[in-house]
């Protein structure tokens, strides 16, 4: 890592497609495997994912749920028992047949999601009213064969946290699957700042198996969709199918109302497109690996003098919780280095120059807007933190507007066509299969969500002119 | 869960095997998988295993790892590069042979570790000496098929951490493998209180690629060893199949020195077998999911008090780091929880009784020495808190006593096969394979280790008298 072209990357503008592919392997977040569709996740993409964890798991453990592992290997016939199921996830299957030097009597599928053994599992562990609600989550690797895969956002294996419930009432599942939303909706938000719409799947969109699922979806920066995480009511589909039972207080016997949820590594990529741009990253301080990188910048007898105050402000820093990184590589240039961690999409950078310390000053570079400022020495540490916190604010902000101006009402079919080619689309819809079928092969486009906090309106689709039955618009786009 | 023969499992003396399943059971640890020789972790497990890698993880991170995540399916003919490493693991293996609905060209191996696929990307990332040391670690699961399965001993699905490092020099190499065998020392002494034995495998016991294996022999109840962690110096071996080199400071290409060390879910056995006794498990407080139970005991108009009283005390526990848990289900006995949280391995236990606190005192039961003590109640956190830290060094004394006295040094080979039978016997051997081989078919024990601290000796072998080569006595054991 040395020249200045090693860093160029392909503008957004130019190719959105090529920009990410390089930006994802430049900015050493991810690589390809040696198997076709499958990825390494190399340290600093990893640490995303370990502080994206840090964030969910805490608030999946603060509403009542605990860990558990579950195995990879399932029995081929468990798929099968739940129709939908089994139709769903069979084309992306990848299956073991040998083992131990033998092939297997029964195949193993490696899972592509645990419904059904922790289905199993549950159908052991619950008998009465009692042992209600049950509620799992795993850390887990999964496999979904895919035919296009790119990395993050569709990849062979994948790693993701699964949510899996079991309750006494339909009234009590549903507001599991609320409060799942509710911590993915505060991640999207507080943490990702994402700001997603938040709503319910149309029916031909629903997970396999499940009576309503619930999803959020981001605009990324070339207008397109991405789901970030979804939240499913699986009603008693796989309590039948699984026999999880419970005997009730009155002493009979009733299926238990399931739910899952899951927010996988997709979210980096999620990440990557929402907020990055031709430089390269810009990440949410509360994922940066980095929050602040100090550059010394010094080469005659002050040098040592510069490394020790910024050891010593590292120091500082990292005990007011910011992930501080200095980069004192002597064989790489001060601005190879600049340009290096604003591909990275470090927030702030510190550049700690011999004349500006001379002057009790050091420059404060903001990747953000690009702004630099120059702080004074004693008040580094408070002004990094201050501006951490309106860097979160702004970045928010600017995902917000940006999918509010690229977020339109279609009128009519015309319209609706002209408009989906970039962006978010709202618009009335009958909801049939075949009018949703016509969409997806004249524009490529699906419906994304019938959002929460749209308001009720009773007009007629606006491909066929169907009545809708939703009451209120929907959202299409393309999506990834 | 409701009637007293619910908790009882058969004494270690009587079947030392049977006790270790139904324990692992009972205590709600784990279960076994529909797919034979798989494993659930059930959350009181699950936790267990969180705490260890909390405890892991961030020494990893300290000594200068970084965490990153490779793929699960490997091409079969990555395993095939490194001669000695494809015959120790071929008979282990499971293989998907069809994916996405068809036969796949080349057949995937599920990882049985990770050598290889992290060998082929390090060669694509390292290219100077500037790159070195590169030191990297995952948590992952990895799948070895077994045929005598056992819950967290041997299951074809199991989690560990496995490390994995190259380096410019041997010495450096072989510096890392010291550092990981540390953190590794630090987890089994003073987290995991196992006091187990420390020093090199022997030829024929070192894992399939390396030149050195070093691990930690801890002893089990029933005075059998396990084996708590490894880590190898592969020297070249890996750097050679996988091409993994670098340019050094004078320009020329230079084969890097690898390493790798894991540790796995297996820790967990240890320490139900190192620990427990006839009553259940005991659970060393830094690995306790609950460190202490608050057991309130009252049924009049008193149980509201009690209840609050409690309540404060969780939160004051909680505040300082104790993790605390309060049992106040209504429909089971207080004896009943006592045994049943005393089989979970609970070091502290709390009551809350009536008449104690109209007198200003609380009981607190000790799971190890089964002693209880009135402690007045101003002074209960505070005693919780010292206790467990004797409870710790009480554990971690009993453990060594243990090994210690089950260790035992066998001048002949009549004395030898004797005293193999139970606990750690310390003799001279010749290190020929034959003579390992001729020891393991008569008495199933194997060369656990030479260990570090053994005093220089120069007998013969205590088998067949050739001369030993290793300059100190080694230890032999029967094994999980």
């Known amino acids: ?60 453990k603060a509403t009542g749920h605990e860990n558990a592992y579950f195995p990879l290997f399932i029995p081929e016939e468990y798929l099968k028992r739940e129709a939908e199921h089994v139709e769903g996830f069979s084309p992306e299957l990848a299956v073991v047949t040998h083992a131990g030097g033998k092939q297997l009597e029964e195949p ?37 064969w895919e035919m296009r895969p790119r990395l ?57 198996g499940a009576l309503n699922t619930y999803s959020l979806e981001a605009m990324m920066r070339d207008g397109k969709a991405l789901q970030a995480a979804t939240s499913h009511y699986l009603g008693t589909n796989f309590a039948q199918a699984f026999n999880i039972t419970y005997q009730s207080g009155e002493g009979d016997l009733q299926y238990c109302h399931t739910t899952s949820w899951g927010m996988s590594t997709r979210l980096i990529g999620a990440v990557i497109m929402a907020h990055g741009d031709d430089k390269g990253l810009i990440l949410p301080p509360k994922l940066a690996p980095y929050q602040t990188v100090i550059v010394p910048i010094a080469k005659g007898p002050e040098t040592s003098e510069i490394k020790k105050l910024a050891d010593q402000f590292a120091v500082d820093m990292e005990r007011m919780g910011i992930r501080t990184h200095i980069d004192d590589r002597a064989y790489l240039s001060p601005g190879f280095k600049f340009n290096a961690w604003e591909q990275k999409g470090v927030p702030l950078r510190c550049e700690f120059g011999e004349r500006d310390i001379s ?43 940006f999918r509010l101006a690229n977020t339109r009402y279609a009128s009519s079919k015309e319209e609706f066509f002209e408009q989906i080619q970039s962006g978010f689309v ?16 004249t524009s490529s486009a699906t419906p994304r969500c019938i959002p929460f906090d749209a308001k009720p309106t009773n007009g007629a689709c606006v491909i066929c002119g169907k009545v809708s039955p939703y009451g209120k618009r929907i959202i299409f786009a393309k999506a990834y």
């Open 1 to 60: 890592m040395a020249r200045a072209d090693e860093l160029s990357i392909t503008p957004q503008s130019q190719d959105f497609s090529a920009w990410y592919n390089e930006i994802v392997q430049k900015a050493e977040l991810a690589d390809r495997g040696p198997v076709r569709g499958t990825m390494v996740i190399r340290p600093y993409g990893y640490r995303i994912w370990e502080l994206l964890q840090h964030e969910l798991d805490s608030r999946i």
């Open 108 to 144: 193993l599928v490696v899972r592509p999601t645990s419904e059904t053994v922790i289905g199993e599992m549950m159908a052991n562990w619950i008998e009465s009213h009692r042992d209600l609600p049950l509620k799992l989550n795993q850390w887990a690797n999964v496999v979904r």
């Open 152 to 208: 993050f956002l569709r990849t062979t294996e994948f790693l993701w946290q699964e949510g899996h419930t079991a309750h006494a009432t339909e009234e009590d599942a549903k507001e599991e699957v609320a409060t799942a939303l509710n911590f993915y909706r505060e991640i999207a938000d507080d943490v990702a700042l994402l700001s997603p719409v938040l709503g319910e799947k149309t029916p031909g969109e629903r997970f396999a």
């Open 359 to 401: 002057k009790g000053v050091v420059t404060l570079h903001n990747r953000l807007t690009s702004e630099k400022q120059l702080v004074a020495i004693d008040k580094l540490s408070e002004t990094v933190q201050t501006e951490l916190r309106q860097f979160e604010r702004d970045l928010f902000e600017r995902a917000k507007e």
């Open 426 to 441: 709202v618009a009335e819809h009958c909801g049939t299969k075949e009018c949703e079928d016509l969409v997806k092969e």
